[in-house]
């Protein structure tokens, strides 16, 4: 973007906001500047626009694939903003194989890698619904618009929550939360029929003593092809960082795995 494509959006966003013209405010689009394209600065100032966003207070986390910011609503509500990059060609290749054999997405494998992305975009807040809604733990997501989600801020004042990665918590702590993971994993499998298909240590934030898992756009339909060994490997994966990483007792991944399928009351839970 031009510095006079940025002194026009800037215009557009002052006039939108009814904000004064402040220097600061010119982050918004500097940071913006770098990595976005016009068509996602345009999307942003429709969410600004519509009055879903009215800040964009800076970068939490610069990933591959996606930003996220710590942004503000009128109310000056905290949100987390992901917004995906339009530009990464390894992106492509990757989430192909989550788009296909997805049944809501049969067929409609778009040619342009924008639209592409406007439907990743739109997956990840589907999922996050679906999830959200048969209770979950998961950020609440709030809106999607073209490549950018928006979505309930876990953390305080724009800082994040820590990883469970990050965390060093007493044993009683690790247990109770394996449980709970685990649980909300058999929730996802049985009443939202989703697998996250990328849970990991990395994407499990932890606030105020509860987990929240995060990061579920590759999360696919447990009667996707692949469904079975992305849920296997999210089992392994919690397995490894609970007994081999902590330490701790936990019972093996086959009977991990059969109680997330319903086969097996492990915790004496039961959910349907
Ligand atoms: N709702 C949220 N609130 C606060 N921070 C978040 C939120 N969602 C994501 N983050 C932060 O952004 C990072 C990247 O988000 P994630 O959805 O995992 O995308 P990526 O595909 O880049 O891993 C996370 O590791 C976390 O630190
Ligand atoms: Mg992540």
Redesign the pocket.
Same mark, same amino acid.
């Given at each position: 973007m031009s510095s006079k494509d940025i002194d026009r959006y800037l215009d557009f966003y002052y006039r939108v906001t009814g904000k004064e013209r402040r220097e600061v405010d010119k982050d918004l689009f500097e940071t913006i500047e770098e990595v976005f394209d016009v068509a996602t600065v345009k999307a942003i100032l429709d969410l600004v626009r519509r009055g879903m966003l009215y800040e964009l207070k800076g970068v #939490? %986390?610069a990933?591959? =694939? !996606?930003? #996220?910011y710590?942004g503000v609503d009128k109310e000056g509500r905290d949100l !987390?903003v992901?917004i995906y990059l339009t530009t990464s060609a390894e992106f492509r290749k990757g989430i192909l194989k989550y788009i296909r054999g997805d049944p809501r997405f049969e067929g409609k494998v778009p040619s342009s890698f924008r639209k592409l992305i406007m439907l990743w975009a739109r997956k =990840?807040f589907r999922n996050y619904k679906l999830m959200y809604e048969t209770g979950v733990s998961v950020?609440k997501p709030i809106a999607q618009h073209e490549n950018i989600l928006i979505? =309930?801020? /876990?953390?305080e004042r724009g800082r994040? !929550?820590p990883?469970l990665k990050e965390v060093v918590l007493s044993e009683d702590a690790y247990y109770e939360l394996f449980k709970g993971l685990l649980l909300d994993v058999r929730k996802m499998y049985l009443r939202a029929g989703l697998v996250h298909s990328d849970l990991s240590e *990395?994407?499990v934030?932890i606030w105020r003593g509860r987990h *929240?898992i /995060?990061? #579920? %756009?590759q999360s696919v339909k447990r009667t996707h092809p692949n469904a079975m060994d992305f849920l296997k490997r999210d089992l392994r994966n919690i397995h490894r960082y609970f007994r081999d990483e902590l330490g701790l007792e936990v019972p093996s991944v086959e009977v991990m795995f059969k109680y997330v399928i319903g086969h097996e009351e492990m915790f004496s839970n039961p959910i349907n």
């Open positions: #939490v %986390s990933g591959k =694939e !996606a930003r #996220v710590w !987390a992901k =990840e950020p979505m =309930e801020f /876990i953390g994040r !929550a990883l *990395y994407n934030m *929240y /995060i990061d #579920v %756009s």
